[in-house]
């Protein structure tokens, strides 16, 4: 039988919120400048999207980036962007699992929802850090959930990786893009098994600048069914940003 595949709808991201994106400027390696993040808002209203959660990298690779100076500096941008554009935007961040973790958990996480419950994490993409699983426990034992970003692109994960993650009710957050192949073949092929597996909680753009949305996305092909899980997932992404 065969199986066709669809575009995705021109209205599919008709009143959208977004939860995964680094559009904050100059704060990590998403958009280097106010400019480019103003033009992307307005390019992503024009979609249809209607809020947006930025989430910049807390990790020791950005030493600077803490709660306090990232919170003043969403806030400038924040007044700067509602001159342009009507999309509501709130800030969290991306927190990858590394040896800053426990500093960003003890100085309070920006959450991704307003119950402040839901935390965006990372690993290393290529290997599975020592403590890793000690540092997602000790948060859970506060009742909060880690929300994991785009297990699809870890290298090292597996499918017996993916179940134990589900088994332990970590929540997962799809790269659109990787469905587009965007980060490789290994990482398309995963995304595609996490969704059919039924796996995925959410999804977000992990936008860094406009220049793979523009490119890739009007060719992604999906089945009816993908698409209306991806649906779905933007309706899980709503009620998260409240």
Wanted: glycine content about 6%; proline content about 3%.
């Amino acid at each position: 039988m065969f199986s066709f595949k669809h575009r995705l709808p021109d209205d599919f991201f008709k009143g959208a919120c977004d939860i995964h994106c680094h559009l904050l400027p100059g704060v990590d390696d998403g958009f280097a400048t106010a400019e480019k993040s103003l033009h992307a808002l307005e390019v992503l209203e024009k979609r249809g999207v209607s809020k947006m959660i930025l989430t910049p990298h807390f990790m020791k690779d950005y030493p600077d980036n803490d709660r306090n100076s990232i919170t003043a500096k969403f806030e400038t941008f924040k007044a700067e962007a509602a001159k342009v554009s009507k999309i509501e935007l709130r800030l969290a961040a991306e927190y990858m699992l590394d040896a800053r973790f426990m500093e960003h958990f003890k100085q309070g996480f920006l959450f991704l929802d307003k119950d402040n419950t839901h935390v965006l994490c990372e690993t290393s993409y290529m290997m599975y850090e020592h403590g890793i699983t000690e540092m997602i426990y000790e948060i859970m034992l506060e009742g909060l959930q880690p929300v994991i970003a785009h297990p699809e692109r870890y290298e090292y994960a597996n499918n017996a990786n993916y179940a134990r993650w589900k088994d332990k009710n970590y929540k997962f957050q799809l790269n659109l893009l990787s469905l587009a192949g965007v980060y490789g073949e290994a990482a398309e092929a995963k995304a595609h098994y996490l969704l059919k597996e039924g796996f995925y909680n959410y999804i977000g753009s992990d936008m860094h600048g406009l220049g793979n949305f523009e490119r890739f996305l009007p060719e992604l092909k999906l089945k009816t069914k993908e698409i209306d899980q991806l649906s779905h997932m933007l309706e899980n992404n709503k009620k998260l940003f409240g």
